[in-house]
């Protein structure tokens, strides 16, 4: 995948040295015929939001808008579309933009548009990056990729019980670095059992709370648009296949949870391996570059053969969040996602995919 990157406030105007002073205007000739079945727009500026438009986020509320412009695309982040309770401080927000703009560079790179890329985030700024685009031939690595990510599910179906490598843990994490943001792979016996603790802490005191249940239940089935959010067998399709999650679920009834004193002492360590996405600093900058570590994580795993599951709860409760960076990660990081890799049943048929905003709601000029 074809990018520079680089950190600034602001863009400097077209008619100075910046990126956009090189970049060509998204009215030529699109420079691929490559394909991704995202819809039938001829300008490259839309093909490459249709292709965006795949990203995971959060509940899958697509918390972003794009706009064209004459030498770019600009990315920003759609505050109606945060989550107040479990996501106040809009962590989660930005790193679903953050793959949505991973999606939006490999999309472009497949269809034959090298990407420079200039993250611009501030603490109470939503214009998270821009994007400039010159041609370059479209790779076979990079249709491969983008094929890979226009593929990708969340299914939170049982994993078998064959665990993942070690070794492999290691290899994944180690290929997935991007700016500020890092993966740490969690093997130990101890720590495992540690972090499978963190995680059912986090759901029983979201659980417990009124506020993360109604904000829940207003993005699954029953109160969601036909454009967003998940549906039913998304969210749990162990019900659809009739088998039982051998781990706990936030989409699963409330009722069939064991009680929190149970949790505390019944959860063993699973096969499942574990993953914890982190940044070095707790700001937007280092939130955006992890929605790029998540996607890169996710072709990585999808490449082996495996399956991978976002867990956001142990972050979004203070208290599991911290007992995660001081207890597991010694306070040398900051833990912004937790991931669940593992392998699916072969003969388990695949998905339906999440449903999408149309462009028209989500490009601007």
Known sequence: MSTSRSHHRSC???DDRSIGHRCRRFTMSTPSRTNHGEGASSDPGSRIVEFALRAPSVHNTQPWSWHVGDHRLDLYADRT?????????GRNLVISCGAALH????????LGWAAATEHLPGPDDDHLAALCFTPHPPTREAVARAELLRTRRTDRRRFIGWPVPTILLHRLACTTRYGTASAVPVTSLVERLRV?????????AEDADQRFVSEQQHWVDGVRRA???IPSENATPGA???????RPSRFEDRGDRATDDDSATAIPPSSDGLIVIVTRDDDPASWLDAG????????????????LVPVSQPIEVPETRDSLRFDILHGEAHPVLLARLGWQVLSRSALPPTPRRPLDEVLGT
């Open 240 to 246: 659809v296949d009739r088998l039982r999650p051998t």
């Open 81 to 89: 579309r945060q989550l107040p309770v479990s996501d106040a401080d």
């Open 103 to 110: 999606y939006a560079i490999a999309g472009a790179s497949s």
């Open 196 to 204: 499978e603790l963190l995680v059912s802490r986090a759901m029983f």
């Open 292 to 307: 790029d570590v998540l996607c890169r994580l996710w072709v990585a795993a999808m490449e082996h053969g495996l399956s």
């Open 227 to 229: 454009t967003e959010g």
């Open 12 to 14: 400097r105007p077209p």
